[in-house]
C-alpha cells in the first residue's frame, strides 16, 4: 500500500468527481452493485468497525489498503440511509432495484395489448416504486408514522391510476387508429409502456416527498454544520428525482424489444416462445437496468448544492452567524437529494 493510495481516502468525500458525468456514473455504478445485497451481517459489521477505527485514528499503521477502506465505506452507503443511518431493507436498497425489477420489466413488456395484464404489471412497479422511493428519499426528521403511512397510499394510489389510465388509453387510441401503417403501429404500442411508467413515476417520486417539501429538508455547510430544514432545497431535491425518474424506463422498456429484435432476426429460433427466448430477454433485460440505473440517477449529483440567497430567510440568517464566527463565508448549502 502506498501512502498516496492511504491518503486520498475519506470519510465524507466522494472517491470520483462528483462535478463531472463520469465521475457521478462511477460512483452510482458502485453504489448499485449487486455484490453489496449480498454481504452478509459479519462483514457489515466488521466495515462498520474499519470506518470507526479510521476515524478514531487507531488503525495500525498499513493494516489495511485505501482499496479496503473505500470498499467498507461503499458497503456502508448500499445499506444505510444517508441523513437517519437507519438500515434500508434489503429489497428496497439500490442494491436490489437491477434484480427486482427484472421480473417487472419481464412481465411488462411480455403484457401485450391486453388490459388486465398491463394494469397488473403496473400495479407490481408502481407498489415498488413506492417502497424505494419511501426508503431512499431525503429525510425532514419530522416525518411520524401516520404521515409516512398517508404519503405511501397516496403515491401508491396515484402512480398506479396514472399508469393504469394511460395504458387502457393509449391501448385503446391505437386500436382505433387502424389506418396507421403496421410498423408505426408497432412501434407506438412498444412506446406505451414507457410513458405510463415514465409518467408514474414522476407522479410517485413528487407524492413520496410531500412531507419533505411541507417541512423541508436538512442543509449543511461544506463543513458539514447543520443550517436548519430547508423547503426549497426539498423542492430542487423533488424535481431532480422527477426527472430521473423520466429518464431511467426509456433505456430499460425501449432497448431490449430493439434488442430482441436484432437477435431474433440473426436466431430465427429464439423467436419462438420457449427457454430460450425467456433466457435472452432475461439477459438483455438485466444488462439494460445494469447500465440505466445509475446512468439515470448519475444525472444529478446525490449531494446537491444551493447558493445560500435562494433559502430561507432563517437559512441564510444562520449562515450569516456561522461566518461570522469562522470567518470564512458561506456561500452555499449542501443536502442529500435522494436516490
Not at 477505527?53 to 473505500?70: I, Q
Not at 437517519?84 to 434489503?90: A, I, N, Q, S
Not at 404500442?189 to 414507457?194: C, D, Q
Request: aromatic share 8%; glycine share 8%; proline share 6%.
Amino acid at each position: 500500500m502506498s501512502n498516496d493510495d492511504y491518503a486520498n481516502f475519506s470519510l465524507d468525500k466522494p472517491r470520483y468527481d462528483q462535478n463531472t458525468y463520469v465521475g457521478r456514473f462511477r460512483h452510482f455504478s458502485e453504489i448499485t452493485r449487486m455484490g453489496s445485497l449480498f454481504a452478509k451481517e459479519e462483514k457489515i459489521q466488521e466495515k462498520l468497525q474499519l470506518l470507526e477505527d479510521f476515524r478514531n485514528k487507531t488503525l495500525p499503521v498499513r493494516s489495511v489498503t485505501g482499496a479496503e477502506l473505500w470498499e467498507a465505506r461503499l458497503l456502508k452507503e448500499s445499506v444505510f440511509h444517508p441523513d437517519t443511518g437507519e438500515r434500508v431493507p434489503k429489497p428496497f436498497r439500490m442494491s436490489a432495484f437491477t434484480l427486482a425489477n427484472i421480473p417487472i420489466v419481464l412481465g411488462m413488456l411480455t403484457a401485450g395489448s391486453g388490459i388486465g395484464p398491463s394494469i397488473f404489471w403496473q400495479w407490481v412497479n408502481q407498489t415498488y416504486n413506492a417502497a424505494v422511493n419511501h426508503y431512499n428519499g431525503p429525510k425532514s426528521g419530522k416525518e411520524g408514522e401516520n404521515s409516512i403511512n398517508a404519503q405511501l397510499t397516496k403515491a401508491y394510489v396515484a402512480a398506479v391510476g396514472t399508469s393504469s389510465a394511460l395504458v387502457i388509453g393509449f391501448n385503446q387510441l391505437l386500436k382505433r387508429a387502424t389506418r396507421l401503417p403496421p410498423v408505426v403501429g408497432k412501434s407506438l404500442g412498444a412506446v406505451v409502456p414507457y410513458i405510463a411508467v415514465a409518467s408514474a413515476g414522476a407522479v410517485n417520486a413528487r407524492l413520496m416527498k410531500q412531507e419533505s417539501l411541507d417541512e423541508g429538508i436538512v442543509v449543511k455547510s461544506a463543513d458539514g454544520e447543520v443550517l436548519g430544514e430547508s423547503r426549497v432545497a426539498a423542492q430542487t431535491a423533488c424535481d431532480q428525482v422527477m426527472a430521473t425518474r423520466i429518464v431511467l424506463p426509456a433505456p430499460i422498456l425501449v432497448l431490449p424489444p430493439l434488442i430482441m429484435a436484432r437477435i431474433t432476426k440473426s436466431f430465427p429460433s429464439l423467436a419462438k416462445r420457449g427457454p430460450g427466448n425467456i433466457a435472452v430477454q432475461l439477459a438483455v433485460i438485466a444488462g439494460c437496468l445494469t447500465v440505466a440505473l445509475p446512468g439515470a440517477i448519475a444525472l444529478f449529483p446525490q449531494t446537491a448544492s444551493l447558493p445560500v440567497e435562494k433559502t430561507e430567510t432563517e437559512i441564510q440568517q444562520r449562515a450569516a452567524e456561522l461566518s461570522k464566527e469562522s470567518g470564512v463565508p458561506i456561500t452555499e448549502v449542501f443536502f442529500n437529494r435522494g436516490l
